[in-house]
């Protein structure tokens, strides 16, 4: 455990009947909080698949418009494996009524207005996820997150590509 870490752990189990969005109003104010002071995030489970996948879904539906379905197809585009179990699936598809709006206003009369273009990042992940026009996997590995700085050019999926690929190769 590292002094200049600020961790935010949240014990459960990966079972459909787990109740992960009681746990996504902190989550996502966590990461947006981050992201914010120009910190780095990594959000990760046992294995990055399900939990992890859930909490970033979560978070991405709160700062945009996006569906679950769209955020989890974009997703997929720097993630493969993403895949969250049937019953965080149907408790983000509940999130995305008016839950997810709910903590959009709210992040947003607590922040001010996001620098962030999420939704502009994410939307141009679609066309790739549905077989269109993509960048190569050695341009996106090329991208390095820059520290302290908000307005950062690296697409925000690309910098969690990036943190991914930073997991050593017994664990993927």
Do not use: W
């Not at 981050?34 to 990055?48: E, I, K, P, Q, Y």
């Amino acid at each position: 455990v590292f002094q200049d870490i600020t961790y935010l752990r949240i014990p459960l189990p990966d079972t459909p009947e787990a109740n992960i969005k009681r746990h996504f109003k902190e989550c996502i104010s966590f990461i947006h909080q981050c992201r914010l002071h120009g910190g780095n995030c990594l959000v990760h489970c046992l294995a990055g698949i399900s939990r992890s996948t859930t909490v970033v879904v979560a978070y991405v539906m709160a700062v945009t418009e996006l569906s679950c379905q769209e955020v989890l197809e974009a997703i997929r585009t720097v993630r493969p494996v993403a895949n969250p179990n049937p019953g965080f699936r149907q408790q983000l598809a509940e999130f995305g009524g008016g839950a997810a709006r709910k903590v959009r206003r709210h992040l947003k009369q607590r922040y001010g207005t996001s620098p962030f273009n999420d939704e502009e990042e994410i939307k141009a992940l679609l066309p790739v996820a549905r077989g269109g026009p993509s960048r190569t996997d050695g341009a996106l590995q090329g991208l390095v997150p820059r520290a302290r700085d908000i307005r950062s050019t690296t697409p925000f999926l690309l910098r969690v590509k990036r943190t991914f690929s930073c997991i050593p190769a017994c664990l993927k």
